[in-house]
C-alpha cells in the first residue's frame, strides 16, 4: 500500500505546485549533459582505432554511462539508506516521483494553446505551441496548429507521465532516476543531424528500450479509456493498423492508439526548420481541432485514473493474500 501512498503524494504534489520554477534538478543535469557532450562529442580523441562513426557512437555511449551511472547508484544508495524509515523513504520517494512527471505541465502547456485557439487567437496559439514542438510554427492554422498540440499531448502523455510511474513501479527511485535521465538526454541528443546522428545514438536507443513497454501500456490505456466515447474499435484498429507506420517505434503505438481514441486524425505534412515532411497518417475520424486538443488532455487523464485504480487494486489483493 506504501507504492499507492507515494504515488498519490507525488500527484498531489505535482497537481498543486506543478514543476519548480527555479533549481529544478533536471536543470543542473542538463548543464552536465551539455558539458560532457561539448567534451566528447569530437572526431579525435579517445577511441581512435575505430572508424568516425562508430567512434562518435562509443564517445555518445561513454556519455551516457558518465551522465546516468554515478547519479543512478546515488539514487539506489540513498533508497537502501533510508529503508529503515518507512517515513522518510515514503517522503523522499514521493518528491523524486513527483520532480520526474510532468503532468500539471503537460496539461497547462495543452490549456495555453487550446484556450487562444479557441478565441480564435492564431498569434497566441502558434506562440504557445512553438514551445512545446519542434516543427516549424509561424505559419500554421488553425487545424495545423491543433495538430501539433494534439500529437504532442499523446505522446508527452507517455514520456511525461506514464513511463516515468510504470519505472518507478518497477525499480523504484533508482529506476524512475535512470528514465527520466535518459529521456532527458534524448530530449538533447537524440537528433537525426549531423550534429548528432552518431553521437546521439545510445543515447537514443537506450530511451527507445526504456520507453519499449510503457510506450504500450499507454497505448492500451488510450484504447480502454476509449470506451467512455465509443472509439475502443476505432483506437484499437488505428494502434493495430498504423502503429508500425511511425518513424519512432514508440510514438507510433501511442499516438495511433490516442487519436483513434479521440475520433480525429493525425500525422499528414509538417515542416520541419523549412523543409516540409509528409508523414503517415495515425487515427481515422475528423481533422483536429481546438477541442481535440482538449479531448486528448482528457484522455490523459482517464488514462492517469485508470493506471491509479488498477495499481490500487493490485496492491490490496496483494494485502489481502
Given at each position: 500500500?506504501?507504492?499507492?501512498?507515494?504515488?498519490?503524494?507525488?500527484l498531489?504534489?505535482?497537481?498543486?505546485?506543478?514543476?519548480?520554477?527555479?533549481?529544478?534538478?533536471?536543470?543542473?543535469f542538463?548543464?552536465?549533459?551539455?558539458?560532457?557532450?561539448?567534451?566528447?562529442n569530437?572526431?579525435?580523441?579517445?577511441?581512435?582505432?575505430?572508424?568516425?562513426?562508430?567512434?562518435?557512437?562509443?564517445?555518445?555511449?561513454?556519455?551516457?554511462?558518465?551522465?546516468?551511472?554515478?547519479?543512478?547508484f546515488?539514487?539506489?544508495?540513498?533508497?537502501?539508506?533510508?529503508?529503515?524509515?518507512?517515513?522518510?523513504?515514503?517522503?523522499?520517494?514521493?518528491?523524486?516521483?513527483?520532480?520526474?512527471?510532468?503532468?500539471?505541465?503537460l496539461?497547462?502547456h495543452?490549456?495555453?494553446?487550446?484556450?487562444?485557439?479557441?478565441?480564435?487567437d492564431?498569434?497566441?496559439?502558434?506562440?504557445?505551441?512553438?514551445?512545446?514542438?519542434?516543427?516549424?510554427?509561424?505559419?500554421?492554422?488553425?487545424?495545423?496548429?491543433?495538430?501539433?498540440?494534439?500529437?504532442?499531448?499523446l505522446?508527452?502523455?507517455?514520456?511525461?507521465?506514464?513511463?516515468?510511474?510504470?519505472?518507478?513501479?518497477?525499480?523504484?527511485i533508482?529506476?524512475?532516476?535512470?528514465?527520466?535521465?535518459?529521456?532527458?538526454?534524448?530530449?538533447?541528443?537524440?537528433?537525426?543531424?549531423?550534429?548528432?546522428?552518431?553521437?546521439?545514438?545510445?543515447?537514443?536507443?537506450?530511451?527507445?528500450?526504456?520507453?519499449?513497454?510503457?510506450?504500450?501500456?499507454?497505448?492500451?490505456?488510450?484504447?480502454?479509456?476509449?470506451?467512455?466515447?465509443?472509439?475502443?474499435t476505432?483506437?484499437?484498429?488505428?494502434?493495430?493498423?498504423?502503429?508500425g507506420?511511425?518513424?519512432?517505434?514508440?510514438?507510433?503505438?501511442?499516438?495511433?492508439?490516442?487519436?483513434?481514441?479521440?475520433?480525429?486524425?493525425?500525422?499528414?505534412?509538417?515542416?520541419?526548420?523549412?523543409?516540409?515532411?509528409?508523414r503517415?497518417?495515425?487515427?481515422?475520424?475528423?481533422?483536429?481541432?481546438?477541442?481535440?486538443?482538449?479531448?486528448?488532455?482528457?484522455?490523459?487523464?482517464?488514462?492517469?485514473?485508470?493506471?491509479?485504480?488498477?495499481?490500487?487494486?493490485?496492491?490490496?489483493?496483494?494485502?489481502?493474500?
Amino acid at each position: 500500500m506504501s507504492l499507492v501512498i507515494i504515488i498519490a503524494l507525488a500527484l498531489v504534489l505535482d497537481y498543486f505546485l506543478g514543476e519548480p520554477k527555479r533549481l529544478h534538478p533536471l536543470v543542473g543535469f542538463g548543464a552536465l549533459a551539455d558539458g560532457l557532450e561539448k567534451w566528447l562529442n569530437t572526431e579525435d580523441g579517445l577511441l581512435r582505432f575505430a572508424g568516425k562513426d562508430n567512434r562518435l557512437k562509443g564517445k555518445g555511449l561513454l556519455a551516457l554511462s558518465l551522465a546516468i551511472g554515478p547519479i543512478g547508484f546515488m539514487a539506489y544508495s540513498l533508497e537502501q539508506t533510508l529503508a529503515q524509515s518507512s517515513v522518510f523513504s515514503i517522503l523522499l520517494a514521493a518528491v523524486v516521483l513527483y520532480l520526474a512527471i510532468g503532468w500539471r505541465s503537460l496539461i497547462e502547456h495543452a490549456k495555453a494553446i487550446s484556450t487562444p485557439l479557441i478565441l480564435g487567437d492564431l498569434i497566441a496559439a502558434r506562440a504557445a505551441v512553438s514551445r512545446i514542438v519542434s516543427r516549424d510554427t509561424e505559419t500554421l492554422n488553425e487545424q495545423e496548429i491543433a495538430t501539433a498540440a494534439t500529437e504532442s499531448v499523446l505522446e508527452n502523455g507517455a514520456d511525461a507521465l506514464f513511463a516515468a510511474l510504470f519505472w518507478f513501479i518497477v525499480a523504484g527511485i533508482p529506476g524512475v532516476v535512470i528514465y527520466r535521465l535518459s529521456n532527458t538526454l534524448d530530449a538533447m541528443w537524440g537528433y537525426k543531424n549531423p550534429r548528432f546522428l552518431h553521437f546521439g545514438w545510445a543515447a537514443a536507443r537506450f530511451d527507445d528500450v526504456l520507453n519499449f513497454i510503457p510506450a504500450r501500456l499507454t497505448a492500451l490505456s488510450y484504447t480502454l479509456c476509449a470506451s467512455l466515447n465509443g472509439h475502443t474499435t476505432n483506437a484499437w484498429q488505428s494502434w493495430r493498423q498504423q502503429a508500425g507506420t511511425w518513424k519512432s517505434p514508440n510514438a507510433g503505438p501511442v499516438m495511433a492508439a490516442g487519436a483513434g481514441a479521440i475520433g480525429v486524425v493525425l500525422g499528414g505534412s509538417a515542416h520541419y526548420h523549412g523543409q516540409e515532411q509528409q508523414r503517415p497518417v495515425l487515427g481515422a475520424g475528423k481533422p483536429p481541432m481546438a477541442k481535440s486538443i482538449d479531448d486528448a488532455c482528457s484522455l490523459v487523464n482517464y488514462s492517469l485514473a485508470l493506471w491509479v485504480l488498477v495499481i490500487g487494486g493490485i496492491s490490496l489483493l496483494g494485502q489481502v493474500s
